[in-house]
């Protein structure tokens, strides 16, 4: 048996949990723990790290190992690798290695448990399509990713798409039956369009106010139709850069905090010293001395995320006026449950994805949370 301590992220109690064979079998009361305690952080949209990105032709299975065990000092206990718009033979190639490395190693298998596909069926107009390669874009189309999803080993687990094809309500409706989140992003689409891909089961909006027009028609526009959908949970980068904070506060309000979630859309080249870079998945990249990631020459542009998810908390907390009980969720159970994910919580029965942490100071003015120990399964992965 093992045990982990802290106070309670809903109730701020302070308690003693129990774990045999990965589950919780008891929370008892525990004099005075000073760090918190939480389920563990949830990521549905990560494209590598610490100088690696997933979209690589020569990517190894130990290269996912070791960015996969990476992340436990953020306190990750589950993420979806992400592979963006690229040509086939590359979304091949990575969903392969993604697949053979969940399949041989456990670290992957324990941490990793399906991927995101962001694109290649995204809106061919700058600005929707972000960083995403113009040339490697296309209209969605089922036997390719039926394909991908074979290289994949059924491991995709959401797909992002643009719902601004004419093919796309047919298309999504058989990605959903086949049992794939389909995450609305990078889109130009019309109010009709996305009405129609949320009636053929889409249910999330990938990075919801990013990916977007630089100028954009007051109303109507794709910001407020998915805003106003119920049946769409907003995906949310909440790293400070991103949405300004007005921004992330009026779309939590907008969708009320259940429907939100929060990724960090973190690449491979987040964390590196300013300059320019050729990255494998998405070419010229800047890194400006900020820490904002652009496409070279377009700096309005933001290419990616540097900053891990235990910033988004934080974050919002502060800029939608949400406690941590509240904001938590977003970064943990929720999207866990928006994906079908496994995710640790504070009952007893639940698998024991756990982590310790330390609020930020009022006065950071880049909060984080400092994680002091990360439990997967049950097994302590990382102490600070
Ligand atoms: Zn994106």
Redesign the pocket.
């Known amino acids: 048996m093992t045990t982990i301590a802290g106070r309670r992220f809903d109730t701020g109690e302070s308690v003693r949990v129990s774990v045999e064979r990965g589950v919780i079998t008891a929370i008892e009361p525990q004099a005075d723990a000073t760090d918190w305690l939480g389920p563990g952080l949830v990521d549905l949209?990560i494209n590598g790290y610490g100088g690696q990105e997933f979209n690589d032709l020569a990517l190894t299975p130990e290269q996912v190992a070791s960015v996969s065990t990476a992340m436990d000092r953020d306190g990750l206990t589950a993420y979806l690798p992400t592979a963006?718009t690229h040509s086939f033979e590359m979304l091949r190639h990575t969903m392969s290695v993604l697949a053979e490395a969940r399949r041989t190693i456990p670290e992957v298998a324990a941490r990793a448990p399906g991927f995101h596909l962001?694109?290649p069926y995204?809106s061919p107009q700058d600005g929707p399509r972000?960083?995403?390669p113009l040339e490697h874009i296309r209209p969605p189309d089922w036997d390719e990713f039926q394909r991908l999803q074979e290289a994949a080993e059924g491991g995709i687990r959401i797909l992002?798409v643009s719902p601004e094809y004419d093919n796309a309500p047919e298309f999504i409706r058989r990605v959903v039956d086949s049992g794939v989140v389909v995450s609305i992003?990078?889109t130009a689409a019309t109010g009709e369009q996305i009405q129609a891909a949320a009636d053929s089961g889409a249910t999330s909006s990938?990075?919801l106010g990013?990916?977007a027009h630089g100028m954009l028609r007051r109303h109507p526009n794709y910001l407020w139709d998915q805003l106003a959908d119920d049946r769409l949970v907003a995906n949310l980068i909440a790293d400070g850069h991103h949405l300004p904070d007005a921004v992330l506060k009026t779309f939590v309000r907008a969708k009320s905090p259940a429907r939100c979630v929060l990724v960090s859309?973190i690449t491979g080249l987040g964390g590196m010293p300013p300059g320019r870079y050729e990255s494998t998945s998405i070419g010229d990249v800047e890194v400006l001395e900020d820490g904002r990631l652009v496409v070279a020459g377009q700096r309005q542009f933001l290419a990616?995320a540097a900053l891990p998810l235990r910033r988004g908390v934080p974050q919002l907390m502060r800029a939608a006026g949400l406690s941590l009980a509240e904001a938590l969720p977003l970064a943990t159970t929720q999207p866990a449950r928006l994906a079908s994910l496994p995710a640790g919580d504070l009952r007893i029965g639940a698998r024991a994805d756990l982590i310790t942490f330390r609020l930020p100071a009022d006065d950071d003015n880049a909060p984080m949370l400092e994680i002091t120990s990360t439990m997967l399964a049950g097994n302590l992965v990382y102490t600070a």
Request: negative net charge; hydrophobic residues 10%.
């Open positions: 949209q963006t962001e694109g995204l972000g960083a995403h992002t992003g990078h990938t990075h990013n990916g859309d990616g």
